[in-house]
């Protein structure tokens, strides 16, 4: 199980600039849904954006600590 505030800590090492919400969708601590903001997504397409969040979560998602993640992305300016 990970805590929704260790899932921001990643994001944020990887994209320090990022806003972040960061949702339980089961209650389970496995099944989240995160909506990042960050201008690192400025000139990127939807499918960059979301691997940015992915390699910021890779540890986590490979030793399925995260089962599932919904992934919302923007930019600031969005």
Do not use: C, R
Request: aromatic share 4%; proline share 4%; charged share 15%.
């Amino acid at each position: 199980m990970i805590s929704p505030q260790q899932i921001e800590a990643m994001i944020k090492a990887e994209l320090p600039d990022a806003q972040i919400q960061v949702q339980d969708l089961t209650g389970g601590g496995d099944h989240y849904q995160v909506t990042v903001v960050s201008s690192q997504f400025a000139g990127k397409g939807l499918v960059q954006q979301h691997q940015l969040v992915y390699a910021a979560l890779q540890q986590a998602m490979s030793t399925e600590a995260i089962h599932a993640l919904a992934v919302k992305t923007q930019t600031p300016e969005s």
